[in-house]
């Protein structure tokens, strides 16, 4: 297999893996081995979030491969996310503590704000994992007053105290990120969003990229993940099984899987797919040591739908909250 290709961080220089491995709705009872397998595998970056309600098992997973001697700590790079609910300012550190203490780390690479949206507070103490998007017991959305330069400044601190060594954003707009550099003492590092050939959103990457930031890809395999969660895929065509998808696949010998996450790599945009399936664990890694050509790129440009799956409305998550309008 190729080697890992990375991208450079501007503040810190840090080099971040372009094939990296998520860790939504791995089960907790499989989460260690599967972590620990993935890195046995090959994956060096891991994505891990509170809301994803794993995180002392990716932490095992993470240690068991310290202890084994498969990698090193430094070799890592570690991703997490603060969830909605820890947004204000007087409740950002305490959640990033009870994260590390989770994952047994003494630092992550990577800290992003998983939403530019403040929910209701829920204490740790009587809940965590913290609720989703509404509180326990509540039938609609709350928001906090919270605003977010409250909560990138107390990032910014845990950035200066070294215990994240970058810190970044997900699912944040240009409006929100336009806001954010007019008054952050630290850029965000990275971007993570949905992006796929149905949502490719090139004028926010191509934008973001000018300011310095990087892009991390979620859900690089388009409506799979969100049909297996709720059922509906808004009608969309499985990207794996797109004919455009597979014949680029067949011309390069390579799986559906390969080309999608290729698609991305191959402009320096970090893909994060998540398998506990031995075989495409690998195979999700056999993404360096060729290349698209011209013609695949504007075959795979002509599939682009404007069609985002990860919504806060339904059928996703079903909140009255129109985020990405
Ligand atoms: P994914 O890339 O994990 O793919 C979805 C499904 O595709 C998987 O569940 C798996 O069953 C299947 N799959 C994986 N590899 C395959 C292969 N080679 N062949 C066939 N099927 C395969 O999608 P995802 O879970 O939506 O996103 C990946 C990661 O992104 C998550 O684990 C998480 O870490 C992150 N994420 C972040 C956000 C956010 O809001 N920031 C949202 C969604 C996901």
């Not at 310095?212 to 049909?227: E, K, N, R, T, V």
Request: with cysteine; proline share 5%; hydrophobic share 40%.
């Amino acid at each position: 297999m190729a080697a890992q290709e990375y991208v450079t961080l501007e503040r810190t220089g840090d080099k971040m893996p372009l094939a990296g491995f998520g860790c939504w709705k791995i089960a907790p009872t499989d989460c260690e081995a599967t972590i620990f397998n993935a890195i046995k595998t090959g994956y060096r970056l891991i994505d891990s979030a509170q809301i994803y309600g794993n995180e002392v098992e990716v932490g095992l997973g993470i240690k068991k491969a310290i202890a084994e001697g498969v990698v090193k700590r430094e070799e890592l790079f570690i991703v997490t996310k603060l969830w909605n609910t820890y947004h204000h300012k007087d409740h950002v550190r305490p959640a990033f503590d009870k994260q590390l203490e989770e994952l047994g780390l003494d630092y992550v690479d990577l800290y992003l704000i998983h939403f530019p949206v403040p929910c209701e507070y829920t204490p740790i103490a009587e809940a965590y994992p913290p609720p989703g998007w509404l509180k326990n017991g509540a039938d609609k959305f709350n928001y906090e007053r919270s605003p977010i330069q409250d909560c990138w400044r107390e990032i910014e601190k845990i950035a200066e105290s070294g215990k994240a060594r970058n810190i970044g954003i997900s699912n944040f707009n240009v409006q929100t990120m336009l806001d954010m550099l007019t008054y952050c003492t630290i850029k965000p590092a990275v971007l993570q969003i949905e992006h796929h050939p149905y949502l490719q959103q090139k004028r926010l990457v191509d934008w973001v990229w000018k300011q310095g930031i990087q892009i991390m890809a979620y859900s690089s395999f388009g409506p799979i993940s969100y049909l297996e969660m709720t059922g509906t895929a808004k009608d969309a065509a499985p990207l794996m099984e797109h004919d455009v998808i597979k014949s680029i696949a067949a011309k390069h010998n390579k799986t559906a899987s390969q080309v999608l996450l290729r698609w991305s790599v191959q402009r320096n945009i970090v893909v994060i797919p998540k398998s506990l399936n031995q075989g495409r664990m690998e195979a999700n890694l056999g993404v360096f040591g060729w290349s698209l050509d011209e013609s695949d790129l504007k075959a795979i440009a002509g599939l682009d739908a404007g069609l985002r799956f990860n919504d806060t409305m339904e059928p996703a998550y079903g909140i009255d909250l129109p985020l990405f309008d």
